[in-house]
């Protein structure tokens, strides 16, 4: 085979989720009505956010942002992988896995940090509600998200342009689902040392910053939280961080057991199980989490509704 970026290998086998044939077509219809609730649910909120006025709030630009990154973030991966079900020998060519990757690693590094911006949101609005609309203006805004997509470009650069300057000689059988970074780096007949090294800086960074702005952000609302008088208010601050709480320990907890471990053979095939929640479940989860006894959220989907009607 020809050379490619340094590697001998011109495409990859996936070995999915399972070797067993009697489970893949029930898997195939699993994540497919996995993918069309996250699709729809993800489009309908960002149709709602963008159709009713009442919505465009730092909050609910957040919240567009996460839907736009999860609907993304979960059309990279899922398609490939339902094709694979169905297919004898899952194959991808050696460009379209360093595409898979570049993306994947983009848009899980844009929720880290979107995700850590709607804490911050969060934090704001219950600590200093005074201030809000002054601290959370627009052009701050706009800049945390540039922020966001900053550092996602960034580490996805980073991830990527570590991968091209490995070889892959004859192994090419990739454990898991789509082009993951460990699995990819057991397949390699050269040194892995420089990318394991940028795995565990880059990503554990985009891991442990945003989790630990979360956590203080966290710290602050609860300290407020508990000085506030009425038992009602006190609710009605837990409920509005409820959510936002579900979201982040979901991603961040399936995403850290991935990747802050050494990479090996035992490590890769767990992973896998884990990787499914942060790849399909949370996308999925998301906009039914954050759209579930969401009041405003209600009460766009009726406008919008008796919009249509008439």
């Known amino acids: 085979m020809g050379s490619v970026n340094g590697s001998l290998v011109t495409e990859f086998i996936l070995v999915g989720l399972t070797d067993h044939p009697n489970f893949q077509l029930p898997l195939f219809f699993l994540f497919l009505a996995m993918y069309m609730v996250t699709v729809l649910g993800n489009v309908a909120l960002i149709v709602l956010i963008v159709l009713n006025s009442h919505l465009h709030t730092p909050m609910y630009f957040f919240l567009f942002n996460l839907s736009f990154i999860d609907l993304c973030y979960s059309s990279v991966l899922t398609p490939k992988m339902l094709m694979n079900f169905l297919s004898e020998k899952n194959i991808i060519s050696y460009q379209g896995c360093m595409t898979q990757l570049y993306f994947f690693c983009f848009f899980a590094i844009s929720e880290c940090y979107v995700l850590t911006s709607m804490a911050y949101d969060r934090y704001v609005a219950i600590y200093n509600p005074l201030l809000y609309n002054i601290a959370m203006s627009p052009k701050v805004c706009s800049k945390l998200m540039f922020g966001s997509y900053f550092m996602a470009f960034s580490g996805a650069v980073a991830h990527t342009g570590c991968m091209l300057r490995l070889t892959f000689c004859d192994a090419n059988t990739i454990n898991h689902y789509f082009c993951d970074i460990l699995p990819m780096l057991q397949l390699s007949c050269t040194s892995t040392y420089v990318n394991e090294l940028v795995v565990f800086i880059v990503g554990g960074s985009d891991i442990f910053l945003p989790s630990l702005s979360i956590f203080i952000s966290y710290g602050f609302i609860l300290y407020s939280i508990l000085h506030i008088n009425s038992t009602e208010g006190r609710f009605k601050a837990f409920r509005t961080c409820s959510s936002h709480i579900i979201a982040v320990s979901l991603f961040f907890g399936s995403g850290s057991f991935m990747y802050l471990q050494p990479s090996s ?46």
């Open 265 to 310: 053979a035992q490590s890769v095939d767990e992973g896998k199980i884990f990787s499914v929640f942060y790849t399909s479940v949370v996308p999925m989860m998301n906009p039914l989490v954050y759209s579930m006894r969401n009041k405003n959220v209600e009460l766009a989907l009726r406008v919008t509704l008796r919009r249509r009607k008439f």
